[in-house]
C-alpha cells in the first residue's frame, strides 16, 4: 500500500521570512499613497483593475506555459475562482473607501486582516493553532489600531461629524475581512499546494473582469495619461501586483501563516508614514499611542516562540 500524502510542515518564521516581510509591507505600505497621488487622472477603480489586467496576462503566459491545460484540470478551478471573488472584492471596497477616507486609515483598516486570518486559520489548520501570548499580541495590536484612529487627542472621532470618513474606514475594513478570507480560503484548499503563479492568476483574473466591469458602468473608466499616472501604474502593476503578491505566496507555502500575517501589521505604520510626508495627511497623539500598541502586538506575536523558549530554559 502507498503511505498516505503529508502535508509539507510549515517553518516558524526566520530571518529570510522577516527581511522578506519587511520589503512587502514598505511596497504594500506605499500602494495607498500612489493610488491617492493620481486619483484625479485615473479613479482608483480603474487603477486597481488596470494593474490587475496586466499582472493576469503575464502570469497567464507564465503559467500556460508551465502547465497548459493541466492548469485547470488539477482541481484548483473551483477554489481559484472564490480566492478570485474574495480578492477582487477586497479590492473593490479598497478603491471605493479611498474616495471617502485617507490612504492612511486605508492603510490600517485594510490590515486588520491578519486579526481575521489568524482566527479563521486557528479553527481550521492544527499547525496554525494561537497561543495565549499570540492571542494577546492580537488583542494588543488590534486595540493599538483602535485608539490610533477611533481617537483624535481623547475625543472620539464620531464627534467631528466625519460621516464619510466612517463610511472610508468601514470599506477598509470589510477589504481587512475579505483579505484574511482570501488567506484562510488559499490555505484550506488545494491552492496551498498550488503554484504562486497559478494562485495569483486566479486572483488577478477573476479581478480584472469584476473590476473592469465595474469600474465602466459606474464611469469612473476615464484615463488622463499623466507621466505621474502612468508612473504610479506601472509601479502597482509590476512591484505590486505581480513581484510583490508572488513572494507573499511563495512565503504562505514556507511559513505559518498566521506569523507571517501578523508582521503584515508593519505595513499600516509604513502607509501612515508616507501618507504623513508625501499627501501631508494630520498625525496626532492618538495614533502615536495607537502605533507603540501596535508594535508590542507585533513583538509578542513574532516573538511568542523566542519568549517561551527563554522562559523554558529559566525552569530548567
Partial sequence: MTAPATKPLRLPLDALATSGMLILCVCWGFQQIAIKLVAADIAPIMQIALRSSFAALVLLVVVWRAEGLRAVR???????????????????????GLLYTTASHMSVFLYTAPIFAALGLHWLQPEERMQPLQWLGVAVAFGGIAVAFLFKGGAPREAAGAANMLLGDAMGLAAGLLWGATTVAIRATSLSEAA?????????????????????????????????????????????????????????????????????????????SFGVLILDEPLDAGFAIGAVL?????????????VKQWLRHRRI
Fill in 74 to 96: 488539477d482541481g484548483t478551478a473551483l477554489p481559484g475562482l472564490l480566492v478570485g471573488l474574495l480578492f477582487g472584492a477586497e479590492f473593490l471596497f479598497v478603491a471605493q
Fill in 196 to 272: 504562486p503563479s497559478k494562485t495569483l492568476l486566479y486572483q488577478m483574473a477573476v479581478a480584472a473582469v469584476g473590476l473592469l466591469a465595474y469600474a465602466v458602468a459606474t464611469g469612473q473608466h476615464a484615463i488622463q495619461p499623466t507621466p505621474s499616472a502612468l508612473a504610479s501604474v506601472a509601479f502597482q502593476a509590476v512591484v505590486v501586483a505581480l513581484s510583490s503578491y508572488l513572494a507573499w505566496f511563495w512565503l504562505l507555502r514556507r511559513y505559518l501563516a498566521s506569523r507571517l500575517s501578523i508582521l503584515s501589521f508593519m505595513t499600516p505604520l509604513f502607509g501612515v
Fill in 294 to 306: 501596535v508594535l508590542l502586538g507585533i513583538t509578542l506575536v513574532s516573538g511568542g516562540e523566542l
